[in-house]
């Protein structure tokens, strides 16, 4: 976890707080309402996780709004429970998925058994989670036409030798999962791989979320699955291969901003500026820029600031 900006300017930023507070003391008498009203810049904390698509959003994020004036935080941790559960005292905005967050958001609140109440429809899906994040103080603003949804693969070896193109094919068969952390117990990850297509999950290695160690598992034969996203441009060149989601175990999955209620009522400008920059992001795009990072090896600032010019989101 780090920050991007710097922390020690935090104590200026007091300073200079105290000082415009006692002035605006001396105002009082003349302007009651001023300090009520909602404000344009000032700090926000971005949380994220740290797989490469979410730090290369999450810079996006943070450029938007560095370039609105604000003093921007990044925190970027290894699980979405980490950042959530931090909302809204610490963390103000994430870049998040619709469905994972819901999914999320319905195991909290209802236990690891509850019933699913994520579809493939993304506003159905928001609004069965709207009521969930307003008990927390949070938000949704526009989902982006852009969606990452979790996929698997195999090896390029296996998948010619057997045949397999899709997960229906592993049915029945006994793996061992290389995913992300919070990957057991979830529809759309261990269990749908075993309540929708049969199979036998033996162990889900916590490796990551397409990490160089979870595909390094599968390639080292260590882990017989691994977990990625569908916008992944790295497979091919390294001897993988994604299968089809046949059986459809994967709900909405638009990026969208998740943001703090309060937050986003004394600075709604911030809500302008996420949803053009969501708007104008798609799955080729997206995957353009991905594919920059994971493969070329870009840094995620740089590859963010590039593309913002260009869509002048940022001066």
């Known amino acids: 976890m780090h920050a991007r900006r710097s922390l020690l300017s935090l104590a200026a930023v007091a300073a200079l707080a105290l ?19 909602p404000q344009a810049g000032g700090e926000v904390t971005i949380g ?57 958001m319905n195991t909290t609140a209802n236990g690891a058994d509850a019933e699913p109440i994520t579809t493939s429809d993304t506003t159905e899906t ?21 969606t990452s949804q979790n996929a698997y693969f195999v090896t390029q070896e296996l998948a010619d030798s057997e045949g397999i193109t899709a997960l229906s094919d592993l049915e029945g068969r006994s793996v061992v999962l290389a995913a992300a952390e919070d990957c057991p117990g979830r529809s759309d990850c261990e269990a749908g791989l075993i309540d929708t297509y049969g199979i036998d999950v033996t162990e889900v290695l916590p490796l990551g979320f397409a990490s160089p160690q979870t595909f390094k598992a599968v390639l080292d034969g260590e882990a017989d699955l691994g977990q990625t996203g569908t916008l992944d441009g790295t497979l091919d060149d390294q001897g993988l291969v994604l299968l089809e989601d ?44 991905i594919a920059r990072v994971t493969v070329e090896r870009e840094q995620a600032d740089d590859v963010a600031e590039e593309w913002l010019k260009e869509q002048d989101l940022i001066s």
């Open 126 to 146: 928001v609004d069965a989670v709207t009521p969930l994040l307003a008990d927390k103080g949070l938000t949704l603003l526009e989902p982006s036409p852009a």
């Open 19 to 37: 000082s415009a507070g006692c002035a605006g003391d001396d105002l009082a008498d003349d302007d009651t309402t001023s300090s009520e009203s």
């Open 246 to 289: 046949d059986k459809g175990i994967q709900p909405a999955q638009n990026l969208v901003p998740l943001v703090s209620e309060t937050f986003l009522e004394e600075h709604p400008d911030v809500e302008e500026r996420l949803d053009e920059l969501m708007a104008s992001l798609d799955n080729d795009t997206l995957g353009e820029l």
């Open 48 to 104: 994220t996780q740290n797989f490469d698509e979410a730090v290369l959003v999450a810079a996006m994020y943070e450029q938007v709004l560095d370039d609105a004036g604000y003093n921007v935080t990044v925190k970027e941790v290894g699980r979405r429970d980490i950042y959530v559960n931090q909302m809204p005292d610490q963390v103000d905005i994430a870049p998040e998925y619709v469905g994972g967050i819901t999914d999320f």
